[in-house]
């Protein structure tokens, strides 16, 4: 009988040891293993993970115990809501002829994630669209956000635009002339310089000024040309670069228009987050991009964001204390995801 118990003893407490140094994983139910303590192994302990800012594994680690990104891939690679409450939906529809999306586009520009209303920050209080918004706007201000948002970079070189007055019809959300015609467009341009090398610039594409290309040797038919020449023969629906059309072909714009914070494509509604692209992609793609994206607090966010003292969490565990050799964390008391599997980790440097 004791060598019974001596044999369990030695059996509890060999599980123990071999428990604290491996994160447990999801059971089939969404429950985790009821692991008393983790340690995570880190090469360095970070002195900061901001989210915002370019992170490396040991941050990353750190973001993954603390943070909860809209879409995140499961045990067997699909890409699954996290902190959404269902995968993009397309609204391009509902937003035609706004933002520059074409008035006839029906999908590929305009996409909806909602936000779990259970979604709560360590404090308790809500994670809303306002913190994407929040957090979207700073990634596009450092360049990191991975879509490319529809108006952004033009409102970022705060001119007024464009220069000169016109825009090309991919800056303004058309991908051809007839796009640009079904959204009542009807004044067209060229342009010469971008796509001919003429230093004329932007001229209407029925402009008949004969112009002279120096590139081209004397009596070669094309060394005196016009707009309406250049257009008909290689930018129209029958022209041999149709395919340069959007990028070549522009539209005007009105005298001093500033483009302003709500001209860009990053709409918040309530719970609701609208992204509005520069080009049109799926609902897939637009998941897949946002699987790393980790938001931040408006409320005292600033560039020392990402220590003990400025960070919140809004994932399954917070951070309690930070040593030089050491960051511990506890479950999360406000987290709605899935049971914490340790009462406390240990994110400890090799070193």
Partial sequence: MKQIKRFLALLLSFAVVCAVPVLAAETESNTLLPIYVGVQRLENIPESWNPLEETDADQKTILRLTGETLYRQDETGAVVPAQATELPVDVTAEFAGSYGIPKNARRGYAFSIDIRPDARWEDGKTVNAADWFFTVERLLETGRFPLEIVNYEAFRQGATRPSDQIISLKEAGFGSVAEAEAAGHTDFYIDLEGFWGLTTGWLRITDRTRLQDAAIPSGCEEMYLTAEYLYRNYLSDSGSQKMFQSEFVGIPVALGQQLIMADVGLVAM?????????????????????????????????????????????????????????????PNPHWTGAEAEFKNIFCRADG
């Fill in 270 to 330: 309530e719970n609701r987050l609208v992204l509005i692209l520069q080009e049109p992609t799926t609902c897939g793609y637009v998941a897949c991009a946002l699987t790393e994206l980790v938001p931040v607090r408006p409320s005292g966010y600033s560039d020392h964001y990402g220590t003990r003292d400025s960070y919140v969490s809004c994932g399954p565990y917070r951070i309690t204390s930070v040593s030089g050799a050491e960051i511990t964390l506890e």
